[in-house]
């Protein structure tokens, strides 16, 4: 008889007989494995956090004590402890529930999260407003190794070392980060100091050497570092936490027996524990980065399912990015813990010392650049649209204020699907567009992202080249890289009763949209506008002549984007002109397959024509 099926919520679950947990731990991933064979989502690191989400459930009064994921890519056990198994079978469909931890979905999700290196922040200050509301209930961290690469993390550590109120973090250490030590001897010496008499002696030592002059405080010192020797924290030590750890993560007993005895430990905690990406399903422990974030798969090879033989744009990027390094030395490049998610793992294979990796840092990322620019090199910043919008200040600050030629190569912009919210990049036109000096190019397809590459390096110029997640228009693909003109769009099809100006890979459902309103008896022009800034104002002037009728599509909100830049123009020309924008509306874009949503936001062809022609009436 299945466990899992019999846990509604954690209630159930600290019912059961502890002997059962390994039994369910299986269940678990086995519904894991098979819900994101079907759905695709983050699998390897869910898979790795099994044992460490359902002992905080077990232990913990959840929802009263609350936990903080980072990220929340680890978090699929966590959603079918809470109630949400029927709903897992849909998880990441449009209309089914998110694949991160929601706020609105459950009370045991505590805090929506989707980015990086967030959780201690919010678990300080969730701590903080528990001390001042006088409530009992704990808080605990969940923090993925790789979150520990960001500057956030550590400048939350800091101030909950200052602050000293009761904080569990729980360092989960997959491998491939920080600690592989994980043997008897660790073991026993995490059991050891985790205990209450341990902590309580060393306590009563501590309190007993400070009451002397500068000797005791010193004696204390140096005791606290001859402890920290023995073990990999010395650094949370330093910050003002009691490490433990590490320990096996994927051990249920262990982790259980560890959390009784830390959760009555005063001021900040980290727990270190270790776990296997992708445990229990082979071809994940063996790929572990593949199986981070997979589509459909077959469960039994681990093969992958319904993969397009078009070329993605981030396979264009990448290769016209090495076409371009072969012939400049100059050029390096820079991501953010994003290597295959960029295609910048090609580059780094061919050319490791003009590449870096400078882990979930993005303003770092950024700052680097500046330097790099401002000593005469060439780099280009690979990131996700979305995870840009953490390095705000340093594109306007470092690099846009002191015009340095440094390129962004802004992947997943517009909406990447199943993702949902927190990773859809639809806000960098409009948040970028406002920053002087700055150039923004959108490609229609993969071969004209090629030319804007090489575009963006001739520039000399701050530029940013965003384009969108997936495979390509299956278009031609030229030899080489060629410069296009900065600020130029290129008219595709002339017409008299309207005209589009499409934006980035807009442009060629525009183009469908055109044909279809033709079969309606409305003749529509296209402008492949390649430029959000600086914007081809001489297009939009010849596309008056033909008509007043003008319609902007992109894959942006419509607040700030590219539509907005075409009525500010018209505007302060004191043209005359009828205007329709599409794009996103003032709203939260939810998850969904991309085609699903483009058809819902009057984004594909068939919709377009729709808009237009019933505008037009």
Request: with cysteine; hydrophobic share 40%; glycine share 8%.
């Amino acid at each position: 008889m299945k466990v899992l099926p019999s846990i509604k919520s954690p209630r159930d679950l600290r019912l059961i007989k502890r002997e059962l947990l390994p039994t369910l731990c299986e269940e678990l991933r086995e519904q894991i494995i098979q819900t994101a064979s079907h759905n695709g989502g983050h699998l390897g690191s869910s898979l790795g956090a099994v044992e460490i989400i359902t002992a905080l459930h077990y232990v913990f009064n959840t929802p009263d004590d609350k936990i903080v994921f980072d990220t929340g890519h680890q978090a699929y056990a966590h959603k079918l402890l809470t109630g949400r198994q029927k709903e897992f079978t849909k998880v990441r469909t449009k209309g089914g529930i998110s694949g991160f931890p929601k706020r609105y979905e459950s009370e045991f999700d505590t805090f929506g999260v989707g980015h990086a290196s967030t959780a201690i922040s919010a678990a300080l200050g969730m701590a903080i407003a528990r001390d001042q509301q006088h409530s009992q209930d704990r808080v605990i961290a969940v923090v993925g190794d790789g979150c520990m690469t960001g500057g956030m993390a550590y400048e939350a550590m800091q101030n909950a070392g200052l602050l000293r109120t009761d904080l569990l973090v729980i360092l989960n250490d997959n491998q491939m980060f920080i600690s592989q030590r994980v043997g008897a001897l660790g073991k026993a010496l995490t059991k050891l100091l985790t205990t209450k008499y341990v902590q309580l002696a060393e306590e009563k030592a501590t309190n007993f050497l400070q009451r002397f002059d500068e000797l005791g405080n010193n004696a204390a010192k140096l005791a606290k570092r001859a402890r920290s020797i023995l073990f990999p924290g010395t650094l949370f030590e330093e910050m003002g936490f009691r490490y433990f750890g590490p320990v096996n993560g994927n051990d249920i007993d262990a982790m259980i027996d560890v959390l009784e005895n830390v959760k009555n430990v005063k001021g900040p905690v980290i727990l270190h524990v270790v776990t296997k990406k992708g445990k229990g399903y082979k071809p994940a422990e063996d790929s572990p980065t593949k199986f981070h974030g997979v589509g459909l798969f077959d469960v039994e090879t681990g093969d992958s399912l319904g993969k397009s033989d078009r070329i993605s744009f981030t396979q264009a990027f990448s290769k016209a990015l090495l076409k371009l390094a072969d012939k400049d030395e100059k050029i390096n490049a820079i991501t953010a813990a994003m290597p295959e998610g960029t295609g910048l793992d090609a580059f780094r294979d061919k050319y490791p010392a003009r590449y870096f990796d400078v882990g979930i840092a993005e303003e770092h990322a950024a700052t680097f650049a500046a330097g790099l620019a401002a000593n005469g090199l060439k780099p280009v910043v690979a990131l996700y649209s979305t995870f840009a919008q953490r390095c705000f200040d340093q594109i306007l600050h470092d690099i846009a204020l002191q015009n340095l030629p440094v390129v962004f190569a802004l992947d997943r912009a517009g909406i990447v699907g199943e993702d949902g919210p927190t990773h859809h990049g639809v806000f960098d036109i409009s948040f970028l567009r406002e920053i002087p000096q700055l150039l923004i190019a959108a490609p229609a397809d993969e071969n004209e992202l090629q030319h804007l590459l090489k575009t963006a390096f001739d520039a000399k110029a701050p530029f940013v080249l965003r384009y969108p997640r997936g495979a390509g228009f299956n278009v031609p693909m030229d030899d080489k890289p060629k410069a296009l003109p900065v600020g130029k769009g290129i008219w595709l099809k002339k017409g008299k009763d309207v005209t589009i100006l499409a934006i980035g890979n807009r442009v060629h459902p525009a183009e469908k949209a055109a044909e279809l309103l033709a079969e309606k008896g409305i003749k529509a022009g296209v402008v492949n506008m390649r430029f959000v800034k600086p914007l081809d104002t001489n297009a939009i002037d010849e596309a008056l002549k033909n008509s007043q009728y003008i319609v902007t599509v992109e894959d942006n909100v419509l607040a700030g984007g590219f539509g907005s830049s075409v009525a500010e123009y018209l505007v302060d020309k004191q043209a005359k002109f009828h205007l329709l924008r599409l794009g996103y509306p003032d709203e939260f874009v939810e998850h969904g397959k991309s085609a699903l949503l483009y058809a819902q936001y009057d984004l594909d062809a068939q919709h377009q024509a729709d808009k237009i022609s019933n505008w037009m009436k």
